[in-house]
Structures are given as structure tokens and as C-alpha cells.
């Protein structure tokens, strides 16, 4: 076992031109040990956590321990989708009410995570991981006996909020209980299980419903998220911050940030049914700025923000996050339109979709550990680079597909996708968590998760309107055409529809491999020594 990388407020930051640190350890801590340098300069003085200094932390169980509530939270945003069908027989419900039942859970994650993390920032990570997993827990058990579908909804919103408390803490947690030679490593690990719990939830979603009633996808998370809890409860060292207990939370940031995020999403999710010109969408898309503006108002005025702004001065640190936005958006026009392509075009049955739709996850368990391991050693750019491009060739090859393509072509496109999303995302991430001090995890974790949820969303919504788009102009094309079918015309009108979205799939792909590349030519900027402590995290 080893001890901790530590997440302490008397923390110091050392300049890159390696200047000293400042202070002496205090009682029951150990001395502090020379500063490590992250992607973006900082020079962080590792102390030892709060907590019983003689009671060692095995790093590889807390890992094991977050990734439980990571697979069960990341799984429930896409599970319910297979049960649609059924709980609209089952509540009589229409597809307008339905898709709540979905948005309910995405929306509210995304729009308190960094929240969350922000709070367990200031009253311990382990705190909030527990309470969030026993929130989970009970939201499950009360979606699996709802009587009616907007019981469920409420329910999902419940268990949402419980998702976003552990979710906004386990990229932290694991950065924190891993010395810096091993981070990559582990975020890669932690990344392959976002990765598998995030596509694989239709085809367990699947099996459940063909083997139980559609209750089975509630209630299967309740022994996982005892157990879980258990297993925080006992492996997990507090990871508290002594210096953020006076500190106050800041609800205005937080109610601002929610509410104006909450109404773009809900927008660019009810686009393509409500009409984009249509004045409740462009109200939401309105209002919802606006909040978000008073919320950058707010958080450059108090001591306490939600999210420090100066933060993304870090070019690391906001690169990386619009880099990662950009993958999950890729990443869901695959998830959202390549098992309607499976159906539609190859006519292929519900089981052997399922089997094709394992491959991107299961590809990015095994790559983005090896990749983690590689940023380890080599950086973070160069892996992330050459994540992004091959994601970007895959997409111009998914652009390709015909309807007569088979199994093994459709097969190679989405293990090239997997490969991508493995061999970016853990050094992505390990660059963005160095390129802030330990003291700021909680904050960076939750905008990481947040970012992967929105770009999830807007995946799939864009996915929606590129597709309907062309296809729309295609069948007004071939209508002209009386010798072609019907049929033939579906087919065709599908097809178009489906190449323009992968085009600019690859066009984004490219995009965020010269963002990425960038990375390398920028000036880096540190925390300097005494003035510019946990507790104030100001940037220069």
C-alpha cells in the first residue's frame, strides 16, 4: 500500500522555477516532499490528508470503490432508454411525457455537479460520496415501485441528484489517493468504466427487460449500491480540507448555474420535436443565457465561487475540457445512430446489435488504461492527440458505410471509435486534473463530469438535427424522381442523412486534434509560493 497523494488546505504551491515551500509540517503530518509538475507548470507541494496519519490508504481499493458509483450512475443515464417502449404500454404515456424520463436524470446531473463538488470540497469527499451513493440507492428503490410515470419522473430526478453527488467526487478521489507517476494509470481506468457504464446501458437495459419486468433496472442497483457504500464507508480515508470549514457555499452560483444550464439542454433536447424557431425554444436558449451571465457575474464578485472563472486561464485546463466536450459529442452520434442503422438498413435483430454496440466500450476498457500508463510516461498530449485523430478517421469511415455493408466493416468503424475514446480520454483527463492544485480536485472533477454529460446531450441532439436535416433536403430531391421506389427512397434519404453527420463528426474530430496539439506551444503559467495558497486559488 501506498500513501495517499494528499488533499490538504495547508498545501503549498511551489513556482516552476522551483522555489521553496513555505511553513513546516504542523502536528501529525508529514513533511512535505518536493513539489511534482503538472501539465500546465504548477508546482504542487504534496502533504499528507486529514486524517490519522498512521492509518495507510490502499489506493487500488478506494479506485475500485469510486468506480462502483461511477458504472452505476453512468449506466442509469442510458439504461432506461430500451424501456421506453414498455412503460409507455405500461403507463399509457406519450413519447412527450416519456422522454422525460430520460431528460429528468441527464438534466439534473449535469446541472449540479459542480455543485457537488464544490461542497465536498469543503466537507470531505468521502462525506458526499456516501451520502450521494445512499440518495442513489433510495431513488432506485422508489423508481422501481412508482405507480404512475410521473412518479417515476420525480424519482429519477431523486436518483439523479444522488449520482451527480458521487460523480462530481471520483475523478478527484482518485487523483488524490494515486502519487502523480500513477494518475494517468488510474484516470485511465476510470475512464474505461465512464466508458462502459455510459454505452452499454441499452444492451444491459435489454437483457434485463427480456428476462424481468422493467422494474429490474431500478431494483438491480440496490444491492450494488449498498455494497458500495459499505466498501466507501471502509476503505476511503476522509479527504478533508481543514482550511475550507469556515468557508461559506455559494447557493446563488449554484441555483444560477443549474437553472440557466438546465434550460439550454432542455432546448437543444426539445429542438428537433417543438421546432428550433419555435418561441418556447428560443425563450429557453434566452433565459437560460442570461443565467448563466449572472452567473459569471456571480462568481467573479464572491470569496467563496461554485467555479473559480480564473481557473480556465490555465490553457490545460480549458482545452482539456473543450477537447473532452468535443469526444462525448463524437462519441454519441455513434451510440445514437448506429444500432438506427443496424435496424433500419442491415435489418439486423435486437440481439446482434446489442453484440456490435459492446464493441466501442469494451475496446476503450482495454485501451484507456494502456493509454493512462503511456501519459504517465511520455505526457498527456501526444496520446490525446493521436486519440483525437483516430476518432476523427473513423468518423470519415463511418461517413462511408453503404446499405450493403456487413457485420465485420460496421464491427472495425466502431472498435477505431473505442480506440479513439481509450487513447484520449485518460490523458485528457490526467492533464486536466495536473493542471490545477489538489485543493481545486473537487471543483475540476465536477466540471469534468459535467462536460461529459453535456456533450453527451448535445451528441445526440445534434445528431438529431444533422440527420433530419438532410434528410429532409434528400427526400425533397428524389421526390422529383419517379423511378425510384418508396422504398429505395427511405433507404437512400436515411443514408444521406447519416454520412453528413459523420462528415462532421470528422470536421469536429480535427478541430479538437489542433486544440489538443496546442497544448504544446502555450507559455505555461503557475501558482506562485506563499501568496497564492489552497485556501485563496488564485491564478496569476
Not at 467 to 474: E, G, P, V, Y
Request: glycine share 12%; proline share 6%.
Amino acid at each position: 500500500m501506498v500513501n495517499p497523494v494528499p488533499e490538504d488546505s495547508s498545501s503549498t504551491f511551489l513556482p516552476s522555477s522551483g522555489g521553496k515551500t513555505g511553513g513546516t509540517p504542523g502536528p501529525g503530518k508529514q513533511a512535505q516532499r518536493p513539489g511534482t509538475l503538472g501539465d500546465s507548470g504548477l508546482r504542487v507541494a504534496e502533504t499528507s490528508f486529514d486524517s490519522n496519519p498512521a492509518k495507510e490508504v490502499n489506493p487500488w481499493l478506494v479506485l475500485a470503490t469510486a468506480a462502483v458509483g461511477t458504472y452505476m450512475a453512468t449506466l442509469d443515464g442510458s439504461i432506461v432508454n430500451v424501456a421506453l417502449p414498455v412503460l409507455s404500454g405500461n403507463f399509457g404515456a406519450d413519447p412527450r411525457l416519456l422522454q422525460w424520463v430520460v431528460s429528468a436524470y441527464l438534466l439534473t446531473v449535469s446541472s449540479t455537479l459542480p455543485s457537488f463538488g464544490r461542497l465536498a470540497d469543503m466537507i470531505g469527499r468521502k462525506t458526499v460520496f456516501i451520502l450521494g451513493l445512499l440518495i442513489f440507492t433510495g431513488g432506485s428503490l422508489l423508481c422501481a415501485m412508482s405507480a404512475s410515470i410521473q412518479q417515476l419522473i420525480l424519482f429519477r430526478a431523486l436518483q439523479a441528484l444522488g449520482g451527480s453527488m458521487f460523480l462530481a467526487n471520483t475523478m478527484a478521489i482518485v487523483a488524490n489517493v494515486f502519487p502523480p507517476q500513477q494518475r494517468g494509470s488510474a484516470l485511465g481506468t476510470m475512464g474505461s468504466v465512464v466508458a462502459i457504464g455510459s454505452l452499454s446501458g441499452p444492451a444491459i437495459g435489454g437483457m434485463l427487460l427480456h428476462l424481468f419486468s422493467w422494474r429490474s433496472i431500478f431494483f438491480v442497483n440496490l444491492p450494488v449500491g449498498l455494497l458500495g457504500t459499505l466498501a466507501a464507508w471502509l476503505v476511503m480515508p476522509p479527504l478533508r480540507r481543514e482550511g475550507a470549514r469556515g468557508e461559506r457555499f455559494d447557493f446563488v452560483g449554484a441555483l444560477t448555474f443549474a437553472g440557466g444550464l438546465a434550460l439550454i439542454l432542455l432546448a437543444i433536447s426539445s429542438g428537433e420535436d417543438w421546432g428550433w424557431r419555435s418561441p418556447l425554444i428560443l425563450a429557453g436558449v434566452g433565459l437560460g443565457a442570461a443565467m448563466l451571465l449572472l452567473f459569471v457575474w456571480v462568481e467573479s464578485r464572491t470569496p467563496y465561487p461554485i467555479i473559480n472563472l480564473s481557473f480556465f486561464k490555465v490553457w490545460s485546463f480549458s482545452v482539456g475540457n473543450l477537447t473532452g466536450f468535443f469526444s462525448y459529442v463524437l462519441a454519441f452520434f455513434s451510440a445514437f445512430l448506429v444500432p438506427l442503422y443496424l435496424g433500419t438498413i442491415l435489418h439486423y435483430e435486437a440481439a446482434r446489435i446489442g453484440l456490435l454496440m459492446t464493441f466501442q466500450p469494451m475496446v476503450m476498457f482495454l485501451v484507456a488504461p494502456l493509454s493512462g500508463w503511456l501519459s504517465d510516461r511520455i505526457g498527456s498530449i501526444l496520446p490525446a492527440s493521436v486519440g483525437l485523430l483516430v476518432l476523427s478517421a473513423a468518423h470519415l469511415l463511418m461517413a462511408r458505410l453503404t446499405p450493403a455493408s456487413n457485420f465485420m466493416e460496421v464491427a472495425g468503424r466502431l472498435i477505431l471509435i473505442g480506440t479513439g475514446m481509450g487513447l484520449f480520454t485518460s490523458p485528457n483527463n490526467s492533464a486536466i486534473m495536473g493542471s490545477l492544485p489538489p485543493a481545486a480536485s473537487g471543483v475540476a472533477s465536477g466540471i469534468i463530469a459535467t462536460v461529459r454529460n453535456v456533450g453527451m446531450v448535445t451528441g445526440v441532439a445534434t445528431a438529431v438535427a444533422i440527420f433530419t436535416n438532410q434528410k429532409t433536403r434528400a427526400m425533397t430531391a428524389l421526390l422529383a424522381r419517379p423511378e425510384v421506389s418508396a422504398a429505395e427512397r427511405e433507404v437512400m434519404t436515411f443514408m444521406a442523412g447519416f454520412s453528413a453527420v459523420f462528415k462532421v463528426g470528422m470536421a469536429i474530430g480535427l478541430l479538437g486534434v489542433l486544440l489538443s496539439l496546442l497544448r504544446a506551444g502555450r507559455p505555461k503559467k503557475g501558482f506562485t509560493g506563499n501568496e497564492k495558497t489552497a485556501d485563496q486559488l488564485r491564478l496569476e
